[in-house]
Nanobody, 119 residues
C-alpha cells in the first residue's frame, strides 16, 4: 500500500525558511519521480517542484526558482523541499505526490502540510 506522509510545515515570517519532508512507503521509491504541489483555498493544486528517481534532474515552477530546493534520499525513502526566502504568497497546503505505472498511472497524495508565511 502506497503511503506518503508529509511533515515540517508551520508558521514562518517573511524571509524565513522551512524544510518539508515526505516519508514514502509501499513502492520502489527510487524508481519514480517525486513531486511537491501546493494548494490555496479555492484554487487548483499547482506543481511546485519535481525530482527524478535517481535525483539527477529537478524542475521548479518559476515563482520558486532560486528559493526552493527539492532533494531525495533513496536510502531513507524520503523527499524534501527546502524553502528559503519565503514570501506571503508561498502560503498554502503543500502535498507530496507520486505517479506510479508505465501505461496506466496511479496517482498518490500525502495528507498535506500547512505552510503559513506571515508577520
Amino acid at each position: 500500500q502506497v503511503r506518503l506522509v508529509e511533515s515540517g510545515g508551520g508558521l514562518v515570517q517573511p524571509g524565513g525558511s522551512l524544510r518539508l519532508s515526505c516519508a514514502a512507503s509501499g513502492f520502489t521509491f527510487s524508481s519514480w519521480t517525486m513531486r511537491w504541489y501546493r494548494q490555496v483555498p479555492g484554487k487548483e493544486r499547482d506543481l511546485v517542484a519535481s525530482i527524478t528517481g535517481a535525483g539527477d534532474r529537478t524542475n521548479y515552477v518559476d515563482s520558486v526558482k532560486g528559493r526552493f530546493t527539492i532533494s531525495r534520499d533513496n536510502a531513507k525513502n524520503t523527499v524534501s523541499l527546502q524553502m528559503n526566502s519565503l514570501k506571503a504568497e508561498d502560503t498554502a497546503v503543500y502535498y507530496c505526490n507520486v505517479e506510479i505505472g508505465l501505461f496506466q498511472r496511479d496517482t498518490y497524495w500525502g495528507q498535506g502540510t500547512q505552510v503559513t508565511v506571515s508577520s
